[in-house]
T-cell receptor, first 113, second 111 residues
Framework: DADVTQTPRNRITKTGKRIMLECSQT?????MYWYRQDPGLGLRLIYY???????NKGEISDGYSVSRQAQAKFSLSLESAIPNQTALYFC????????????FGEGSRLTVL | GQNIDQPTEMTATEGAIVQINCTYQ??????LFWYQQHAGEAPTFLSY??LDGLEEKGRFSSFLSRSKGYSYLLLKELQMKDSASYLC????????????WGAGTKLIIKP
C-alpha cells in the first residue's frame, strides 16, 4: 500500500460544483502539502500545513481551501470549481523543520467541464 | 522574481551519458533538489545539493555552483527506464523554505 494515498484518483465534474480531494499518510510526517501540476509549468504550491493547527497559503491558494483533520489527513476543497482548475493535483509529505525530501501521493486528475 | 530554467526536452541513446542543466534565480537559496517523474506517476526524490560540488549516487550525479546559480544532473549508462521528466527545485528561505520548481525536462531514451 502507498504511504501517501489520494482519493479520488480521477474526477470529472462541472463548473460550479464543490469538489474535495483527500489525502492520508502513514509515514508519520508532520508536514503536508497540496500542489497542482499543469503541462509546461512547474509544480505550484496551493497550501501547506506544518501541523494540525498550522495552515499556510502557497503561491496559488485563490479558489481553494484546505482542512487538516488530523496529523495524517489533509484535504483540499474547490468550493466552486472552474475549468482552469483542471489539473493534476498532488499531495506530499515531509518531515522536519525545512521542506526537505518530499514524498508524493499518486496524484488526483481533476477535469472541470 | 523566482525563476528556475531547464530545457523542455532532451533525447539520448541507451548506454550513453546525458547532462540535464538547471539555472535558477531565487530570492534566497537553501538547497537544490532533483526529482524524477515517470509519465502519469508521482515525482520521486533523486538528489539534494546544498554546498558546491558533485554528489554521486550510483548512475546519477548532481552538481551545484551557487555563485553561478547553476546545477546539473548527470545520468550515466542510460537505460530505457530512465525515460522520464526530471524536475529541478530550489528551497527558498524567503518563501518559508518551500520548494520553487522548474517545469521539468522530459528525457527520451532511444535504443
Amino acid at each position: 500500500d502507498a504511504d501517501v494515498t489520494q482519493t479520488p484518483r480521477n474526477r470529472i465534474t462541472k463548473t460550479g460544483k464543490r469538489i474535495m480531494l483527500e489525502c492520508s499518510q502513514t509515514k508519520g510526517h508532520d508536514r503536508m502539502y497540496w500542489y497542482r501540476q499543469d503541462p509546461g509549468l512547474g509544480l505550484r504550491l496551493i497550501y501547506y500545513s506544518f501541523d494540525v493547527k498550522d495552515i499556510n497559503k502557497g503561491e496559488i491558494s485563490d479558489g481553494y481551501s484546505v482542512s487538516r483533520q488530523a496529523q495524517a489527513k489533509f484535504s483540499l476543497s474547490l468550493e466552486s470549481a472552474i475549468p482552469n482548475q483542471t489539473a493534476l493535483y498532488f499531495c506530499a509529505t515531509s518531515y522536519g523543520a525545512e521542506a526537505g525530501e518530499l514524498f508524493f501521493g499518486e496524484g488526483s486528475r481533476l477535469t472541470v467541464l | 522574481g523566482q525563476n528556475i530554467d531547464q530545457p523542455t526536452e532532451m533525447t539520448a541513446t541507451e548506454g550513453a551519458i546525458v547532462q540535464i542543466n538547471c539555472t535558477y534565480q531565487t530570492s534566497g537559496f537553501n538547497g537544490l533538489f532533483w526529482y524524477q517523474q515517470h509519465a502519469g506517476e508521482a515525482p520521486t526524490f533523486l538528489s539534494y545539493n546544498v554546498l558546491d560540488g558533485l554528489e554521486e549516487k550510483g548512475r546519477f550525479s548532481s552538481f551545484l555552483s551557487r555563485s553561478k546559480g547553476y546545477s546539473y544532473l548527470l545520468l550515466k549508462e542510460l537505460q530505457m527506464k530512465d525515460s522520464a521528466s526530471y524536475l529541478c527545485a530550489v528551497r527558498d528561505p524567503w518563501s518559508n523554505y518551500q520548494l520553487i520548481w522548474g517545469a521539468g525536462t522530459k528525457l527520451i531514451i532511444k535504443p
